[in-house]
Structure formats: C-alpha cells, structure tokens
C-alpha cells in the first residue's frame, strides 16, 4: 500500500480558501501579540512545523496591518 504525505484534507484545503477571499479587517488589535507569541513558543518547544508556520504568520499580521493587505 502507498503511503500518502501529506494526508490529503480537503475541508481544510476549503477552509483556508475561504479565509483567503474573506475581507480582513484593516485595524488589527496588537494585545493578541502576546498570546499569539506564546503559542509560537508552544509550537517551537513541541517541534510542530505546520503549528511553528501558522502562528509565526499570525504574529506578523496582528503586528504589521499592511502585511497581507490587498
């Protein structure tokens, strides 16, 4: 039998295209920093690449507006 990697999971492929074309909104409140940093350290010390990946981007949004702005 074949091994697939990564597992296919289409409802999150959906869910992150969806997110995509859903409006941002432009003022962005820099007191979630704290506990998204948190969940970055979390995610470093548990070795969890895709984990490390989403809450590194996360922070940058919270942190910087007009990254990610159309």
């Given at each position: 039998?074949?091994?697939?990697?990564?597992i296919?999971?289409?409802?999150?492929?959906?869910?992150?295209?969806?997110?995509?074309?859903?409006?941002?909104?432009?003022?962005?409140?820099?007191?979630?920093?704290?506990?998204?940093?948190?969940?970055?350290?979390?995610?470093?010390?548990?070795?969890?690449?895709?984990?490390?990946?989403l809450?590194?981007?996360?922070?940058?949004?919270?942190?910087?507006?007009?990254?990610?702005?159309?």
């Amino acid at each position: 039998m074949k091994k697939k990697w990564p597992i296919p999971r289409p409802t999150e492929n959906a869910a992150l295209r969806a997110l995509d074309l859903a409006e941002r909104p432009v003022r962005r409140h820099v007191a979630h920093v704290p506990a998204l940093m948190a969940a970055l350290v979390d995610a470093v010390a548990q070795k969890d690449r895709e984990g490390i990946c989403l809450s590194s981007h996360r922070v940058v949004r919270a942190a910087a507006p007009e990254v990610g702005a159309p």
